[in-house]
């Protein structure tokens, strides 16, 4: 049974930092891709970031660029979404997401999701 357990979000001011985390259990995702995506009220899933788990390739959003950094610890078993300069507007909940194979950013082609974790942003 796969499990994604998203952790570390919290109520941040503008302009500081977060890093979330997804523990992934129940299998071996080496041969996966591993995402972040997030969902603010009212508005639709969107990706935000991903990382080829074997290889460790990554492709982000426009957004994300040169702000988030997703990473992972294969002896942990995690991914990670390191947050930077933080504004209003990328509050949301965050959720990891796990597909077998390569990076894409459609969030209906990934099998498996966590319980996504809540960021906000203050001005």
């Known amino acids: 049974q796969v499990q994604l357990v998203e952790s570390g979000g919290r109520l941040v001011q503008a302009g500081g930092s977060l890093r979330l985390s997804c523990a992934a259990s129940?299998?071996?995702?080496?041969?996966?891709?591993m995402a972040w995506f997030r969902q603010a009220p009212g508005k639709e899933r969107e990706f935000v970031a991903a990382i080829n788990w074997s290889i460790g390739n990554t492709f982000y959003v426009d957004f994300a660029k040169g702000r988030f950094t997703i990473s992972r610890d294969n002896a942990k078993n995690t991914v990670y979404l390191q947050m930077n300069s933080l504004k209003p507007e990328d509050t949301a909940v965050y959720y990891c997401?796990?597909?077998?194979?390569?990076?894409?950013?459609?969030?209906?082609?990934?099998?498996?999701w966590g319980q996504g974790t809540q960021v906000t942003v203050s001005s």
């Open positions: 129940g299998r071996t995702f080496s041969s996966y891709a």
């Open positions: 997401a796990a597909r077998p194979g390569g990076i894409r950013n459609m969030w209906n082609v990934y099998n498996y």
